[in-house]
Structure formats: C-alpha cells, structure tokens
C-alpha cells in the first residue's frame, strides 16, 4: 500500500474513532459515516498537524466539494510535502 | 464477551513517560484502553484516560480520548458544574476540550453551548436556552470581534474616551444580569489584540487607533470588573503560542473558529485551569528536587562550593531564575516543599551557607531530604502538612524519579523538566497549575501559617500539657458575620476548605452575600491570632432559621487552627446568636465525601445527640435552652473594633 495513503488512513482512523477505516482513492465524504463539518474541520485540523503542511484557505473545505475524492486530497497532500521539502 | 489481551505495563509506561516517549507510545495506549472498555472495564479505561489528559497532547489525540472519557458515576454527574460557553467566535471545538479537560481533572460538568454570535441575546433574553440552563458558571467566550463600538481614527482623546466608557457600560451590564439573574459567576475574554498595528509602532500612542482602544478596553476590564468576574487573560496566550499561530485567520474565515488549530488546546486548558480555580481545584504546593534542580551539580559528592549557581556562568543563573520563580510563587502563598535524595545535613548546606541562593530554608514549609523513595516522601509531605496530595506539583530534573512518582502517585502533577535549566521556569510555568479567581492577604501569608504551625508544634512538645500550651499562646478572636470587606475571603474558604467541612456546599459571591443579608440567616466568621502571628480568617458558619430550629449550613474551619479550641468557640457564639432568635433547639448534618472524613464526630464530640441518618449523611441535635454551658477556651474574643468584650 502506498505510504502516504496508510499515513493519511492512520489520521483517519483516529478523527473518525474507527479501526476498521480503510481508505481508497475513490472514496468521497459521503462514503465515510459521521464525516460532518465538524469532523471535516478536526480531520484538516489533525492532517495539517501530522504532516506539518498548511492548506490555504480554499483548500481547507476542498475535499467536501463535489467531484473531490481521497486520491485528488492525496495529490494535494504530495504537492505540499514536495513544495516544502 | 471475548477478553482482549490488555498490556498494562504498556499503560503504565505511558503514563510514567515524559511527553517525547509518550507520542510514539499514543497509538497503542489508545487501542489497549478501547479493548479495556470493550472487555467491559469502562470505568478503568476512563480513569487511565483522565490521567492521561495533558496540555502535551494535540487536538486530535485529545478528541479521540472523548469516547473513554465520558463515564461518569451517577453520583458525580449530580453535582456537576454547570457551565455555560457564549461564543463571539465558534464554540465547538472549544467546548469539546474544554470537556475533556475538566474530565482529566475529575470536575463533573454539564456544558451548555449557545450559538456563535449570540452571547447578549442569550443573557438578555428571559427564556433563552441559557435562561432555562441555570448556569453556574458563565465563560464569555468572546474575540476582539465582538467589540460594538471603535474609534475612528480622527477622534478626539475625550471622544475615545466617552466611548470606552459606553462600551465598558455595556459589558458590565451583561455581567451584572448574567450574576443577578443566575447568581452565576463570569469567566470573560480579555480582547486578543493583533500585533500588526495599523499606525505601526505610533499606534499605542493614538488613543483612536484600533490596539490602543482594544488596550484601554482591557484595562477597564481589569479595573472594573466585580469580583465574580474573572478576567481570562488571551493575552498571555498570544504571547506564549505567538500572535502568528492565534491570528491564524483561515479557519477563522472558513469555520468562525476563535483562533489557530495550534492555539485550540492551550486555549481550553487555560479556561479549564480558571474553572478549577473556581472549583477549589487549584494547586497549592509546589515541591522541589534540589541536585541539579535548585542547583548544578550533586552537593554530597562536590560540596557546597562546588555546585554551580549564579552569577558566572549562564547555566548557574538560571539555577538562580528558578529560585526567584519560586520564590515568588512562596510570595504570593504558594507552599514551597523540598523532597530530594540527600543526607539531610549535606542538603541544607547551600541554603545555610551560600549567600547567593535566592531560597532561603525559611521559604520551605517541609523539608525532606533522605534516601526512601520520592513517592513515600510525598505522601509524608502531604501528611505533614495536612494537605491533599492532588495538590502538589512535583519538580525534578531526573527522569526516572519523574516517571516513579508519575507510576505510584498518579495525583501529583509532575511537569517534564528539560535537560537544559534555562527551561525550567516555562516548564512549571505553562501548565497553569496555580490560578486563583482572588488574591487576599490571607494567600500572601498562607505559606507562613504553615511555618508557624511547625512553631507551634515544637511549643507543643515543650508544653506539659495541651491546656498549659493553649494558654501560652495568648489566642485572640475575631468574631464577625458576613460583611461588605470579608465576602471574598469568605467564599474562597467555602469553596476551598475540603477537609474541615461539614457538609461541603460549594457557593459563589452572591450566593454568600444573599445569605449575609437574609435576616433568617446566622453567618459567622472567625479569625484568630496569637502570639506567633496573625491566621485571618479561618472558620466560618452559616446556620438558618427554621421555626424554633437553627439548622447548620455550612461549618468549615481551616485545619492549621485544628484542635485549639475554635471549634468550641464557634459553637458557643452560634448558641449565644440562636438564643438571641428565640430557638430552643440547633440541628446539624455530616455528610460524607472523600475528604472531609475528620469532622464525621465532629458534632458528637461537642455534645450533638445522634438524630438519625439519611444514607451516609448523618443528622444531630443539640438543645440550646439554659442547659446549655458554654465550652470554655483559651480563646479571648474581641469586639470587631479590637477591643475585648
């Protein structure tokens, strides 16, 4: 499995109190069970921390838009670790 | 019900380890206590859970640990606090840590959350979701966002001037309804000033600018501000985490939040601290390691002259900057105790012989250095001074005694101390474990009653017998009701006073001071003094009218005054005063709680007959007609002008 998916699953995991979460590139916001506006805040909140990124602000609520998924956040995710390496 | 295979020991080390350690080890804390309370040991979860709550963990970890949390006793759920939180900004986040935060230590509380925006609304409004809450305690979770009114720039100094007043006036009337109506006390926001000033380093000097207004609004604040309001200072916040992580503004923009994600946890420990203090919950004894804590170096091994301290070398003043920390602390009434690893004699060197140490052996209420372990010489601390362990804070610069004491007397807070020094202050400093919602003389000499009662002590043992040494202090009392000048040192000791306390009812300013006024009411408060200082004020009673009954309230007693004959003084007075309303009989209630186990025969022993029991709370009965005798003291009571009766 790809090492930044299983990070991002780890940080999943633990916002959304399930161990069984297994992420894929094709899920969206409403294929995870309690993902809500507060969850969504505390899962950009726990994935800035983890990978010590910034988003900008129009990237904070970007995954809950239409036509977003994990594979399009993951990409973002890579853009900014590589921006910041 | 299948049983997971718990590691206690993993538990253990989690809890034991600095904050370092414990992040790699979070993960598999957190999954051995799901299995814990999937096996069915909730309640053990929980508490590993609560112990494990720490300014150290971030928003996530904390939030994860909700879950766990969120077991209550039914009994402790009764007496939860009820605290509401009225944001200018979005609460959620806030709130969810602050519960969690209060959870970690032990304060039940029911939370109430008003929409963002809405504070005046919900306070101004009868009937509002925060009318029908009867909130105990009110935090004014505002920004400087909510200030109604600004300056303009060209305004004339008087013009800023009227208009602080206006919106000070403001303020202070949402104050005063939320205390009127609820007999609530207020934790209320100072206002968050940014730093990048729009008249850059011109704009303190323009009273219209935007940060002087902001600035002036907090002053009055602080000045104004009634004794039922604490002040929380986001000023000290901005400082510490810096104004680029508070001002953070995105997730203000995108989800009205107060402040930065990494500002979200300090911000709710800090508002949590002011609730404990409230509660009584604060902590008051700060005790100290010494070898490489107080000083470099081992004493016993490179002698007095050889320890490093002060001027000299940068490493040895911060030695120095330690000591005036707590030094300070000891200023402002909190207890300063020693627990090293040492022969007694070596220990005491540097304070007897080195004119540079800050300390001096006086500044220390209990002095331990000996070669047991550090969690038996804390429980002995504890017992010496007659203080609850979950109230000391516990320094050391090694790791190891750290992780013991953290394993073995899991009440005591014991900060992780960096390998560097100059550290040590923000170390201690930033866990806030010492807030108090009031200052009075009585804090500033506390540390020194301690002192004195070790004085006593020793009389004591020379005294022959007790009568002969309670003689030999030439006691004074002082005794008053309720008035205008005591009300806060009154309340505090209500609220604090957890082991003389017969029935530890908890009440706020208003409360005490309604009772004051009430002509039903007998209030009493005693202060003592003898020939080795000044104690203040340290019993008070409250006893209400009930027909031709007087039914005791509240009794409680500060326990450095213990066994000198107040208790019988206070009684004779309340008898005198019950006479004086035409009552013939006087009732009193024990009722149990974890701490206050030394007045269970209180009433007994001064004469109460037993009268039944309610559960575990225990009801008494005394006649107060004619055949009442008055205890004889050694105890001579002044009139409050100074002058004996």
């Known amino acids: 499995m790809d090492n930044l998916l299983s990070r991002l699953e780890e940080v999943f995991r633990l916002v959304f109190d399930d161990d069984a979460l297994v992420l894929r590139d094709d899920m969206s916001a409403k294929d995870v069970e309690d993902w809500d506006s507060l969850q969504h805040i505390n899962l950009v909140i726990a994935v800035e921390k983890r990978f010590s990124i910034r988003f900008a602000t129009a990237e904070i609520s970007r995954l809950k838009e239409p036509g977003q998924n994990i594979g399009s956040f993951r990409r973002l995710l890579e853009e900014k670790l590589t921006a910041k390496a | ?645």
């Open chain 2, 1 to 645: 019900m299948t049983s997971e295979a718990v590691e206690t020991e993993l538990l253990l080390s989690y809890q034991q380890s600095d904050a370092g350690s414990r992040a790699g080890l979070f993960p598999a804390f957190l999954s051995n206590l799901k299995s814990l309370s999937r096996g069915g040991e909730v309640e053990e979860a929980a508490a590993w859970a609560r112990r494990a709550v720490s300014l150290d963990l971030d928003y996530s970890s904390l939030v994860s640990l909700k879950k766990l949390l969120a077991v209550g006793h039914s009994a402790q759920r009764k007496k939860a606090v009820r605290l509401a939180v009225l944001g200018g900004p979005t609460t959620i986040q806030l709130v969810e840590l602050l519960r969690i935060f209060l959870e970690g230590a032990g304060v039940a509380a029911d939370i109430y959350e008003a929409e963002y925006g809405l504070f005046r609304q919900e306070v101004l409004t009868p009937g509002s979701g925060l009318d029908r809450f009867q909130p105990q305690i009110v935090f004014v979770a505002t920004s400087s966002r909510d200030v109604a009114r600004f300056p303009d720039a060209a305004m004339s100094d008087g013009g800023v001037e009227q208009l602080a007043q206006d919106e000070l006036a403001d303020w202070l009337r949402l104050w005063e309804v939320v205390h009127s109506r609820w007999g609530a006390s207020v934790i209320q926001n100072s206002f968050d000033i940014s730093p990048w000033r729009v008249m850059g380093h011109f704009s303190l000097r323009h009273k219209a600018s935007r940060e002087s207004f902001l600035e002036q609004m907090n002053h009055r604040f602080a000045a104004n501000a009634p004794p039922y309001v604490a002040f929380h200072d986001i000023g000290s916040l901005t400082l510490e985490y810096g104004a680029r992580e508070w001002f953070d503004p995105r997730f203000y923009l995108e989800a009205k939040m107060p402040c930065g994600p990494q500002c979200l946890v300090p911000y709710a420990h800090s508002v949590a601290s002011i609730v404990m203090a409230i509660s009584g919950k604060s902590r008051k004894v700060l005790v100290l390691d010494l070898d490489n804590t107080l000083w470099g170096g081992v004493v016993g091994d490179v002698g007095v002259e050889g320890i490093q301290l002060g001027q000299g070398s940068g490493e040895g003043e911060a030695f120095l900057q330690f000591q005036q920390y707590a030094k300070s602390l000891r200023e402002r009434g909190i207890l300063l105790a020693v627990c090293s690893k040492n022969e007694d004699h070596f220990a005491r060197q540097p304070f007897e012989q080195r004119p540079d140490m800050v300390l001096k052996l006086s500044d220390f209420s209990c002095f331990l250095a000996n070669w047991r372990n550090k969690a038996d010489n804390l429980r002995e601390i504890a017992e010496r001074l007659e203080l609850g362990i979950d109230s000391f804070v516990f320094a050391d610069d090694n790791p190891a005694e750290r992780a013991l004491v953290r394993r073995l007397v899991p009440e005591v807070a014991v900060p992780d101390m960096p390998p560097d020094p100059a550290g040590y202050v923000q170390a201690v400093a930033r866990h806030r474990f010492f807030e108090t919602v009031s200052w009075t003389k009585e804090d500033a000499s506390r540390a020194q009653y301690y002192e004195l009662n070790a004085r006593r002590k020793e009389i004591a043992a020379e005294a022959t017998d007790l009568d002969s040494f309670l003689a030999s202090l030439d006691m004074k009392a002082r005794v008053e009701p309720v008035n205008r000048l005591n009300i806060e040192r009154v309340t505090q000791l209500v609220n604090k006073s957890n082991q003389f306390n017969l029935t530890t009812r908890r009440r706020t300013v208003a409360e005490v001071d309604a009772i004051g006024s009430n002509p039903d009411w007998i209030t009493l408060t005693i202060s003592l003094n003898d020939k080795l200082g000044d104690n203040g004020l340290i019993s008070i009673l409250f006893s209400r009218k009930e027909g031709n009954t007087h039914v005791i309230d509240t009794w409680v007693m500060s326990c450095r005054v213990l066994q000198r004959g107040v208790e019988q003084l206070a009684l004779n007075e309340l008898v005198a005063r019950c006479r004086a309303h035409g009552c013939s009989e006087l009732k009193g209630v024990y009722i149990p709680t974890e701490r206050n186990g030394m007045v269970r025969e209180l009433l007994s022993s001064l004469g109460f007959a037993a009268a039944g029991n309610d559960g575990d709370t225990t009801l008494w009965t005394l006649s107060v007609r004619d055949q009442y005798s008055p205890w004889s003291t050694h105890i001579q009571v002044e009139k409050p002008d100074g002058q004996p009766s």
